[in-house]
Nanobody, 114 residues
Framework: QVRLVESGGGLVQFGGSLRLSCTAS????????VAWYRQAPGKEREWLAR??????TDYADSVKGRFTMSSDRANTAYLQIPSLKPEDTAVYYC?????????WGQGTQVTVSS
C-alpha cells in the first residue's frame, strides 16, 4: 500500500525558511515521478516541482530559482522554501506516481505571517 506523509509545515515569519518532507512507504525512486503542489485558500491546487526516478527536477516558473526539491535517496523527498512570503501560505501536498496511478499525501499547512 502506497502512503505519503508530508511534514515540516508550520507558522513562520516573513523571510523565514522551511524544509518540507514527503516520506513514502517505499523507496522514493520506485515512483515514476514525485511532485509537490500547494493550495492556497480560495485558489486552485498549483503544481510546484517534480522529480523523476532518475533524480532530475523541474519547477514551475513561479518558484523556479527559489524552491529546491531534493531527496535523501531513500524514502523521503524534500522541498526547501527560503525567503517565505505571505503569499506562500497554503497547504503543501506531495504526489507520487507508481506507474500511471497517482497518490496524494494529506498535506502540511504552511502559514507565513507578515
Amino acid at each position: 500500500q502506497v502512503r505519503l506523509v508530508e511534514s515540516g509545515g508550520g507558522l513562520v515569519q516573513f523571510g523565514g525558511s522551511l524544509r518540507l518532507s514527503c516520506t513514502a512507504s517505499m523507496s522514493i525512486f520506485s515512483f515514476k515521478v514525485v511532485a509537490w503542489y500547494r493550495q492556497a485558500p480560495g485558489k486552485e491546487r498549483e503544481w510546484l516541482a517534480r522529480m523523476d526516478a532518475g533524480g532530475s527536477t523541474d519547477y514551475a516558473d513561479s518558484v523556479k530559482g527559489r524552491f529546491t526539491m531534493s531527496s535523501d535517496r531513500a524514502n523521503t523527498a524534500y522541498l526547501q522554501i527560503p525567503s517565505l512570503k505571505p503569499e506562500d501560505t497554503a497547504v503543501y501536498y506531495c504526489r507520487a506516481f507508481l506507474g500511471n496511478v497517482g497518490y496524494w499525501g494529506q498535506g502540511t499547512q504552511v502559514t507565513v505571517s507578515s
